[in-house]
């Protein structure tokens, strides 16, 4: 009996050896791929790289190179958006609160930014507005506490429509779309706004004034352009106005008093869209508006008013309390400079995501190869690879799940900054390192 165990205990410690051995060498393997595709690539070598590979079956990390360094994460800081959204906005979107006294309608604003937008043919909440038979309608919107503008966003990116302004009651995306001649101008919404003109033939150049909605319009273009262009919202005056001419109503400026509070049994809550066809844009054309008004309703939600500091302070002091290196997050988007995340950082927001979630529905919300921002890569790995993309210049990052050739199902993140080339050569290295690990792993 004893020569029995000792022949078991033997053969497990072959075992266990033999598994440290393959352990070791794809360890080694994995490590020389990293450094010939990726940190001795010359257009990542003169700036910095972080990379890490996870196994989540064994709960081990295949590689680490600089992982739990900060590094700017672009839009992969989405990934976090997307699991507050998750964590808190449930199967559908509040996209409106009312209550109607007697003809006197009070809204109580969510930040939806479906509300009218032209990806979303069903409107239940505007439906709601145009058949609730009220006389006087009253916008609450006490419940917001933020800016505009997210913490160290580019000021002079204003004008552009991956920067668009944020707000309690978004109405059309918070953005216009402009094309055509003078003669013939294609607006919409069809709001008036003032406008300069210079020049007859078709739209070249659109220029808002910063602090306000005075547009400048130039016609000296051959073929037409449509222009996509953020309006000022003016702490929601905008919204408002434009709620108003769009129901043929009056929107009543906010009274101290309301009859009742948001939570009140007697305001109805009307639901907008399936919260996943919102997070599904969100994530595959990697959409700044949308992830800040997710963050923003999930802040409403929980906290009962709209503030990204506010949010992030509790995530990451309740659900993300055990994250490996506690991040410096401070916008929904990414497209702050200030985000500082480390690749430790996404393998375990993946992971958590993955097992609170489930993957079949990652796999819907994350583009994979041929999809979204994914479009010009991972052709041959479609359906294998399901990720989130970052790109700030000079900083890109891809993070997300990777089935392998041998089906073993791996988390990653790699994160760049610092580099002086475009991000198109450094994206080539990821894709082909992260091949390399499909058909080896």
């Known amino acids: 009996m004893k020569h029995h165990a000792a ?122 507005l145009q058949n609730c038979n009220a006389s006087n309608i009253t916008v609450v919107d006490s419940v917001w506490r933020d800016e505009a503008w997210g913490n160290g966003w580019a000021w002079n990116d204003y004008n552009d429509d991956y920067m668009t302004e944020r707000s309690s009651l978004p109405i059309f995306g918070n953005i216009i779309e402009l094309s055509g001649t003078p003669a013939n101008l294609h607006l919409s919404p069809p709001f008036h706004f003032s406008y300069e003109y210079e020049g007859w033939r078709k739209l070249s150049s659109v220029h808002r004034n910063i602090g306000d909605n005075t547009f400048r319009f130039k016609f000296n273009a051959d073929s037409g352009k449509t222009f996509y262009v953020p309006f000022a919202t003016l702490k929601g005056e905008t919204n408002k106005k434009m709620l108003g001419d769009t129901l043929h109503k009056v929107i009543n400026p906010q009274d101290d008093f309301v009859p009742v509070m948001a939570g009140d049994e007697r305001v109805v809550i009307i639901h907008s869209q399936p919260s996943d066809s919102l997070f599904k844009p969100m994530m595959h054309r990697s959409d700044n508006f949308f992830a800040e008004q997710t963050l923003l309703m999930a802040s409403n939600e929980f906290l009962g008013y709209m503030n990204d500091e506010a949010i992030i302070d509790t995530l990451l002091k309740t659900y993300l309390k055990d994250i490996p290196q506690k991040p410096k997050w401070v916008d929904g988007s990414g497209l702050s400079r200030y985000n500082l995340f480390t690749p430790q950082d996404f393998i375990y927001i993946l992971n958590k995501m993955k097992n609170e979630f489930g993957m079949e529905r990652m796999k819907t919300i994350l583009a994979t190869g041929g999809e979204g921002t994914l479009k010009n890569y991972f052709l041959t790995d479609a359906g294998f ?57």
């Open 385 to 441: 690879i399901y990720a989130k993309t970052g790109t700030l210049s000079n900083n890109c990052a891809l993070s997300g799940y990777i089935i392998t050739k041998k089906n073993k199902f791996l988390l990653f993140s790699i994160i760049a900054n610092n580099y002086q080339t475009g991000a198109t050569p450094v994206r080539r290295a990821v894709e082909k390192f992260m091949k390399y690990v499909r058909i080896a792993y």
């Open 7 to 128: 022949r078991l205990s033997y053969s497990l410690l072959i075992i266990s050896c033999s598994l440290f051995c393959i352990s070791c060498s794809s360890t080694k393997s994995i490590s020389r791929q990293a450094d010939k595709l990726l940190i001795s690539d010359t257009a990542i070598s003169k700036g910095f790289i972080g990379i890490s590979v996870f196994d989540p079956s064994g709960n081990t990390y295949l590689y680490n190179y600089n992982a739990d360094k900060y590094f700017v994460p672009a839009s992969n800081t989405k990934l976090f958006t997307l699991y507050a959204g998750m964590k808190y906005l449930g199967d559908s979107l509040v996209g409106l609160r009312a209550y109607n006294n007697d003809g006197n309608l009070y809204i109580f604003s969510t930040g939806d930014p479906t509300f009218l937008h032209k990806d979303f043919s069903d409107q239940p909440a505007f439906n709601y």
